[in-house]
């Protein structure tokens, strides 16, 4: 597995407390089955700023030098949504995800804030491919997944925690993530990692779950073809279709109408 969203840097979030307990969280995650990690602190105004890249760069060096060649770590960040994102990357404040064009999203477990589209359309506008963090998680795309879908549609892209097939984030969360599979709305799937006690790196079971509910292929697609397709640079190697035509979109309609296509 290629585990695109993890927190194992020491003493910059809520994910290890010290060293120790990092390298023994990458550590859990190369016996799991984790051959690469991307690093994604929370970038966190007024709790986590992390906006140093070269403070979290040493930090990873640190890091990879303790535990060895495996996993191999690369360095990324987990954006806390904001009408600035924008702004936030010009400036250098967000890492994209191992330097790529990916970049790491979430929003609170709550809401979703209004005019969303936005400032996610304007970034892929600057290049930037908008990877939304857990949306199975969040009590507003549960209950309205055609907003999810809409952001897809516009471009954005999704990942879906491992914890979440095996029911540790709940019913309903497994329910999202595998109805989502199902309709061709997940594009990746990661292990969202904090530590090695409540927030452990959950592979085998989620894919054999996905594999049941998709098939091998699909569940390799998603937990290594398209996360190394992050990590390269490229376009993903699995686009699933979705079940109805992108102009269904409002937000996107509106956007063709403003540039004259049809």
């Known amino acids: 597995m290629i585990d695109v969203h993890h927190h194992c840097l020491p003493d910059v ?10 390298v023994a969280l990458c550590r859990m995650s190369a016996e799991a089955g984790i051959e690469t990690i991307i690093a994604t602190p929370h970038v966190l105004r007024g709790r986590w700023s992390n906006t140093s890249r070269a403070e979290l760069q040493s930090r990873l060096d640190e890091l990879q030098q303790r535990i060895g060649e495996s996993p191999h770590l ?8 904001a009408h600035d994102i924008n702004e936030a990357l010009a400036n250098g404040e967000i890492v994209p995800l191992a330097g790529s064009r990916y ?15 936005q400032p996610l359309y304007r970034m892929q ?21 055609e907003l999810l879908m809409s952001l897809i549609q ?14 540790q984030f709940g019913d309903t969360a497994r329910t999202s ?12 799937v990661a292990t969202d990692a904090h530590n090695t ?16 509910a998709a098939n091998e292929s699909i569940a390799e697609a998603l ?13 993903f190697v699995y686009e699933p279709e979705l079940p109805y035509p992108v102009e269904k979109s409002p937000f996107l309609g509106r956007v063709k109408r403003f540039l004259g296509i049809s």
């Open 177 to 188: 993530a595998l109805d989502w599979l199902q309709r061709g709305m997940v594009h990746v």
């Open 103 to 117: 970049v790491l999203i979430e929003f609170a477990s709550n809401n979703i804030p209004p005019m969303v589209e």
């Open 125 to 145: 506008l600057d290049g930037w491919i908008p990877l939304i963090a857990h949306p199975e998680r969040n009590l507003v795309f549960q209950s309205k997944p």
């Open 223 to 235: 937990f290594v073809g398209n996360p190394r397709a992050i990590v390269e640079g490229r376009p």
């Open 197 to 212: 006690t409540k927030r452990p790196p959950v592979v085998a079971a989620a894919r054999a779950v996905v594999a049941a």
């Open 154 to 167: 516009q471009g954005a892209r999704t990942q879906i925690t491992t914890a979440s097939f095996t029911r």
């Open 13 to 22: 979030d809520d994910g290890p407390r010290g060293w120790d307990e990092a």
């Open 74 to 81: 690369l360095l990324g960040s987990e954006y806390f949504f």
